[in-house]
């Protein structure tokens, strides 16, 4: 862990991100943060609050190792509504969960051939498909992970 400031618990909160990613076979993931507080307190096996773990994912937001996005929603009569938070590990954090000996890019293969396999079912009409784009190689794959502006 090179980084400055980085610590082993905001590994572990990358972690969590990471396999829950995994266990959606997504590249993005919207959890409350009552869920992913609890899912961190269970993988730290002690109790950290909501204030600590906001503070880690800023951090860790900083540092540019996630990408956190606010999601709204406008209301005519009431206006924005907070919906929900959207997570996505970057390149670099990608890297940095790597150099801690965590077989990241074989869980982003695994997630990427789960959503190529969803692209490759014929779909009904006027159903919303993917792009129908391919990755022959890893690098092409991070490469359309960081360089993707919406979630795939």
Do not use: C, W
């Not at 899912?39 to 096996?45: G, I």
């Not at 860790?60 to 919906?83: H, M, P, S, V, Y």
């Not at 969803?118 to 022959?136: D, H, I, L, V, Y």
């Amino acid at each position: 862990m090179g980084d400055v400031g980085i610590k082993g618990h905001h590994t572990r909160v990358l972690g969590v991100i990471l396999n829950k990613m995994k266990y959606r076979n997504q590249l993005y993931i919207t959890p409350t943060q009552e869920t992913l507080r609890n899912d961190v307190n269970q993988a730290a096996e002690q109790e950290r609050s909501i204030r600590t773990l906001n503070y880690d994912l800023a951090r860790l937001e900083l540092f540019g190792l996630i990408e956190r996005q606010q999601r709204t929603r406008k209301i005519r009569f009431i206006g924005r509504i907070f919906d929900s938070t959207l997570y996505k590990i970057p390149y670099k954090g990608l890297m940095f969960l790597h150099r801690a000996n965590i077989a990241v890019f074989d869980i982003v293969k695994k997630i990427k051939g789960a959503l190529n396999s969803k692209r490759a079912e014929p779909q009904r009409a006027g159903a919303r498909g993917g792009s129908g784009e391919s990755f022959s190689s890893l690098g092409e794959v991070l490469k359309g992970v960081v360089n993707s502006k919406k979630p795939l």
